[in-house]
């Protein structure tokens, strides 16, 4: 669908506390089919490629400094993960 769609589904997350809390849980992670599943549900349809793109969206607003920051996260967990 869209980008437009996706951001109308978080908003309408935002009204929903149990759909909302869902999505936050940090404790158990939504994989992207679950995600979609959703969204779905609530009369959202979203694709893969749509969350995609929200991700690059996303990044394109981050400064220099928070990007190589998170870089440096990104490699030190890949640092812990391979041994030798």
């Not at 437009?4 to 939504?30: G, M, N, V, W």
């Not at 990044?59 to 490699?75: F, I, N, Y």
């Amino acid at each position: 669908m869209s980008l437009t769609e996706l951001d109308a589904f978080l908003a309408h997350a935002r009204s929903q506390s149990d759909l909302l809390a869902r999505l936050q849980d940090e404790t158990s992670p939504l994989e992207i089919s679950d995600f979609l599943q959703l969204a779905h549900a609530e009369g959202f349809p979203i694709s893969e490629s749509d969350v995609i793109e929200a991700q690059q969206r996303q990044e394109s607003l981050l400064s220099d400094a928070e990007l190589q920051r998170r870089a440096g996260v990104e490699a030190r967990r890949l640092r812990h993960f391979l041994h030798g």
